[in-house]
């Protein structure tokens, strides 16, 4: 059996993939994959173990005429080329699409070539390209229940609800040895800040003038994803206020983060929202609004069931986020509160789930 799978250049769109994947070789050892990403993505070299990798040129498009957009038109038509010699030269059996216009040439292909497709739609609003390609898949894989409303009846009917599959690695650990993973103390109050893949401004600038108005109040410890820009200025402060902080422009071993802390302050992209629900950590959300939408309804589903707070990034300046952080270092039973509204949130076999719907098209 030979299985394509293409992914955007995101975190959002490949992580997913690389968790299906995982789940396909536990199932199907003999099966051969191909994952085709594009190369300039957001995790750089991709780890990929028992599949083969194959890159596509791609960059996105935008409604202008700039010199920008005017090559990106030129180079999507370079990822067409690339797409039909590796569909071609590895001749698929099945094809699961992640979402992004990087997937359209592939998706449209196996359509055109009668071969069986799949595609998995991450946020709960569907993005543009998996909204167009759902008229032409044979399966609809969601992670929200949600994102139905959001498809044309007819696509409904293909919809199938996974959830959004997680690498194997992500599993809660036991707190004593998370907490030593970062040389941390037990029984202090311990916040993980993630900005997404490529962090946040924003959320490193307001987070730590929050600091500044609780650290005399609440003995407190960080672990800090910043992103690639700040670093040093971000471990400066940490140090200059003597706080037990560790400071990541990525980190890969996000389960030791998420066993570790008590409180997440985050954007709210699909894969982050998994994994808060997974680990049953409470949020303090803060959702991109550059992103159509798709953050904002996605950290609805949380607020909406009482597991997490939502602050529009507009709030920021009005002092919201340390609002909202003092309430809960001051008051653990906040925190439990917001746990506890997990029990709403069914337990994830997303990876399953996906792998399951995939393979019942080989077998139609």
């Not at 090559?71 to 099945?94: G, H, M, N, V």
């Not at 991109?288 to 309804?297: E, G, I, L, S």
């Not at 507009?314 to 653990?332: F, H, M, N, S, T």
Request: a positive charge; one cysteine or more.
């Amino acid at each position: 059996m030979k299985i394509l799978i293409v992914t955007g250049a995101s975190g959002g769109h490949i992580f997913p993939a690389l968790a299906l994947i995982e789940s396909l070789k536990e199932t199907n050892s003999e099966a051969q994959i191909t994952l085709v990403l594009p190369k300039k993505n957001a995790l750089g070299t991709v780890d990929c173990r028992g599949c083969r990798l194959r890159y596509i040129s791609y960059s996105s498009l935008k409604l202008s005429l700039d010199f920008k957009n005017i090559r990106a038109i030129f180079e999507f038509f370079k990822t067409c080329l690339e797409s039909i010699f590796i569909f071609f030269e590895f001749k698929p059996d099945i094809v699961a699409g992640f979402g992004s216009l990087a997937s359209l040439p592939i998706m449209i292909l196996s359509w055109g070539l009668e071969v069986k497709s799949l595609i998995h739609e991450q946020n709960v609003l569907c993005g543009r390209a998996n909204r167009f390609l759902a008229r032409f898949a044979d399966k609809i894989a969601v992670s929200f229940a949600e994102t139905g409303k959001y498809l044309l009846a007819a696509d409904r009917k293909k919809v199938t609800v996974t959830g959004n599959p997680l690498r194997i690695q992500m599993k809660r650990l036991d707190k004593k040895d998370a907490l030593d993973f970062f040389g941390f103390k037990q029984g202090i109050f311990t916040v993980l800040v993630a900005g997404g893949s490529q962090g946040s401004y924003s959320i490193n600038e307001y987070f730590l003038k929050a600091v500044l108005e609780i650290r005399d109040r609440s003995p407190l410890q960080v672990i800090h994803i910043c992103g690639k820009k700040g670093r040093q200025m971000i471990e400066d402060f940490y140090r200059g206020l003597d706080i037990s902080a560790r400071v990541y422009d990525f980190l890969g071993e996000m389960q030791y983060a998420y066993s570790a802390a008590e409180l997440i302050v985050s954007r709210c992209g699909a894969t982050t929202i998994a994994e808060i629900v997974s680990f049953r950590l409470p949020a303090l959300l803060i959702p991109y609004p550059y992103a159509y939408r798709h953050q904002w309804h996605n950290a609805r589903v949380l607020e909406d069931k009482g597991a997490a707070i939502v602050i529009p990034e507009e709030r920021l300046k009005q002092g919201d986020l340390a609002k909202e952080l003092k309430k809960y270092a001051d008051d653990p039973s906040r925190l439990k509160a917001l746990g506890l509204a997990f029990d709403a949130f069914r337990a994830p076999e997303a990876g399953r789930l996906l792998c399951d719907e995939l393979l019942s098209l080989y077998q139609a």
